[in-house]
């Protein structure tokens, strides 16, 4: 270990490490010592990614797609993605706009050292994913939390209020993680209210939009004077099951921006992966039976979760969309004190809430992306210790 000197960056000692990966590594040191642990700590859909996106994937890198593609990403799936956002989300998208990235979490890093200023504001609803938070300090911004309201379905409270003459973005997450929180149509246009009298961009983080029990996704970019303002984000890891092959993409109207973040790309990432790239293609044209059929099966889950944690007195609105409950805990303690509790007593893995905002502290999160069985189980075991 090298000694008195600092070598880690200002910029580095600004960000918290990841809360979820901090509590599923000590819930995987558990199950390698042998120990029962049913996990609900990680975001990611237990399923196995489509054959037919597979087979897509693997005949490209058999024909020889296996060298650099455009940085931007290859014109076909491009193309597929723009036409995806004029059906799906009403949005006004070119190809020329679309940018892939290896996962949504590199893209919203990418737009944050694109756009923030030493000093810059960026809003955030209180909870919301861990990456947000760090991603706007690594790029030396602030990160400004606006409180949500858990009986009015996780509103934003008063949003305009934390506005000053700093402010540069706004952060919208729909369906939420860690809530589980669909935004309905209301929600959206105060937010795009502030974000046009404000002149804001907004970053509309869609990731979770096709994971939807009900409900129907609305994407802030598709609103009357968001066209422009709006960065949507978006990505392969849930929606199909995609998560180890790192690929996401962004739909950047602003030319400036467009620029400024393809300049990040040239020098770092080059171009996503070529041929994973004809996966995505097969993904967002080719049938789409098993994103249903997935879909579903969370529903299932969902409703058993949650139905079990309000018996057990964890009180837990029904969500809407993603594959997450967050409930509120406090009768038995504040996130982290259930959380360990849960782990050491009941071997079920869950992240305590306050790794996703102040509001957090007492909350927990379960990412129900694990089978029915293994909930009823985890369920069996919670109600013996609480
Ligand atoms: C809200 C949200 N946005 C973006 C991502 C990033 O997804 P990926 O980098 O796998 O595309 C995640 C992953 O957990 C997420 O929860």
Redesign the pocket.
Same mark, same amino acid.
């Given at each position: 270990m090298l000694e008195s000197r600092d070598f880690v960056s200002d910029r580095l000692n600004r960000v918290e490490g990841s809360a979820?990966l901090k509590y599923s590594n000590r819930a995987k040191e558990m199950k390698a010592q042998g120990e029962n642990v049913i996990e609900f700590t990680l #975001?990611?859909p237990d399923f196995p990614t489509p054959k037919n996106i597979c087979d897509a994937a693997a005949e490209a890198m058999y024909a020889g797609e296996t060298h650099y593609s455009a940085g931007p990403g290859l014109a076909d799936l491009r193309e597929a993605i723009a036409e995806k956002l004029q059906k799906d989300n009403a949005i006004d998208a070119e190809a020329s706009s679309i940018i892939l990235t290896? #996962?949504?979490?590199?893209?919203?890093f990418m737009l944050m050292q694109s756009t923030i200023n030493d000093g810059d504001e960026v809003i955030l609803f209180d909870p &919301?994913?861990v $990456?947000y938070d760090a991603c706007v300090r690594m790029a030396g911004g602030i990160p400004v939390y606006v409180p949500t309201d858990p009986t009015d379905g996780f509103r934003p409270v008063n949003p305009e209020s934390y506005i000053t003459p700093k402010t540069k973005m706004i952060v919208f997450?729909s369906p &939420?993680?860690p809530t589980g929180a669909v935004y309905d149509e209301s929600v959206l246009r105060e937010i795009a209210d502030v974000a046009v009298d404000h002149n804001l961009l907004v970053l509309a983080?869609e990731?979770?939009e096709k994971i939807i029990y009900g409900k129907k996704h609305i994407s802030i970019g598709s609103l009357d004077g968001m066209a422009e303002r709006t960065v949507t984000?978006n =990505?392969? $890891?849930?929606a199909y099951a995609m998560?180890g092959w790192?690929? =996401?993409y962004m739909h950047i109207p602003e030319p400036s921006v467009f620029k400024a973040l393809s300049k990040i790309q040239s020098h770092s990432v080059g171009n996503v992966t070529t041929f994973i790239q004809y996966g995505a293609i097969e993904a967002l044209r080719g049938p789409q039976d098993d994103l249903a059929a997935m879909t579903k099966e969370f529903k299932e889950r969902r409703n058993i979760l949650i139905d079990g944690l309000n018996k057990i007195g964890f009180r837990c609105p029904m969500p809407d969309g993603?594959f997450y409950a967050f409930p509120d805990v406090s009768e038995f303690g504040n996130g982290e004190e259930v959380t360990t509790k849960l782990l050491n007593e009941a071997k079920v893995a869950v992240v305590p809430g306050f790794g996703f905002g102040k509001s957090g502290e007492n909350y927990v999160r379960f990412s129900y992306a694990t089978s029915v069985d293994k909930i009823r189980e985890a369920l069996e075991r919670m109600e013996k210790i609480f």
């Open positions: 979820t #975001g990611e290896p #996962g949504a979490k590199q893209a919203l &919301c994913w $990456s997450n &939420c993680n983080d990731i979770y984000l =990505g392969f $890891s849930k998560t790192r690929l =996401g993603a």
